[in-house]
Antibody, heavy 124, light 108 residues
Framework: QVQLQESGPGLVKPSQTLSLTCTVS??????????WSWIRQPAGKGLEWIGR???????NYNPSLKSRVTISVDTSKNQFSLKLSSVTAADTAVYYC????????????????WGQGTMVTVSS | DIQMTQSPSSVSASVGDRVTITCRAS??????LAWYQQKPGKAPKLLIY???SLQSGVPSRFSGSGSGTDFTLTISSLQPEDFATYYC??????????FGGGTKVEIK
């Protein structure tokens, strides 16, 4: 069965770029009509969708983060990645990658598989 | 942007109780609503998609209903493993996604 695993630095300095990778195992990132998303959650707070990518490379971003976010995909490695630039303490959160059901999947417009999450702290 | 408002923000209940959580959208979202359960230190788990479709493997005591702007998640008989925080999520404004603020179900 498909599993997701986030990886990347747990500590990033202010003004630098946060970089995370999500590795998909148990299935091909290119199979089906799924999108692949990043979602974050500050400690004790709710969930915020960051953005998604399709294996064609097309992307959608949360307008509140769009100017700082880049999501990319490497189908040969079965991975997709997040870059968030010019980070501040407000970007400190647990970051999740998730499989994002497109309109013709079994779970339309819902996130059915999640990674375990990775804590990223922005601090000098 | 479509805003999602959950109520209550927290609820205290006992094992065996029927629990209902409400999610209201700031504008109509058809049936493009999902519900998630999150336990401390864990990733959210999909319970319901398309407002009322039960995700595979989720116990039948969970059910969802609603369309337009008002939606509910019902747990028919609360079990010890159901104490968690629940989130709704809309996708009518696809490609944009928004989540509700969460409802914490606590032990009475």
């Amino acid at each position: 069965q498909v599993q997701l695993q986030e990886s990347g630095p747990g500590l990033v300095k202010p003004s630098q770029t946060l970089s995370l990778t999500c590795t998909v195992s148990g299935g091909s990132i290119s199979s089906g009509s799924y999108y692949w998303s990043w979602i974050r959650q500050p400690a004790g707070k709710g969930l915020e969708w960051i953005g998604r990518i399709y294996t064609s490379g097309s992307t959608n971003y949360n307008p509140s983060l769009k100017s700082r976010v880049t999501i990319s995909v490497d189908t040969s490695k079965n991975q997709f990645s997040l870059k968030l630039s010019s980070v501040t303490a407000a970007d400190t959160a647990v970051y999740y990658c998730a499989r994002d059901g497109g309109p013709i999947t079994m779970v339309p417009y819902a996130f059915d598989i999640w990674g375990q999450g990775t804590m990223v702290t922005v601090s000098s | 942007d479509i805003q999602m408002t959950q109520s209550p923000s927290s609820v205290s209940a006992s094992v065996g109780d029927r629990v209902t959580i409400t999610c209201r959208a700031s504008q109509g979202i058809s049936s493009w609503l999902a519900w998630y359960q999150q336990k401390p230190g864990k990733a959210p788990k999909l319970l319901i998609y398309a407002a009322s479709s039960l995700q595979s493997g989720v116990p039948s005591r969970f059910s969802g209903s609603g369309s337009g702007t008002d939606f509910t998640l019902t747990i028919s008989s609360l079990q010890p493993e159901d104490f968690a925080t629940y989130y709704c999520q809309q996708a009518n404004s696809f490609p944009l996604i928004t989540f509700g603020g969460g409802t914490k179900v606590e032990i009475k």
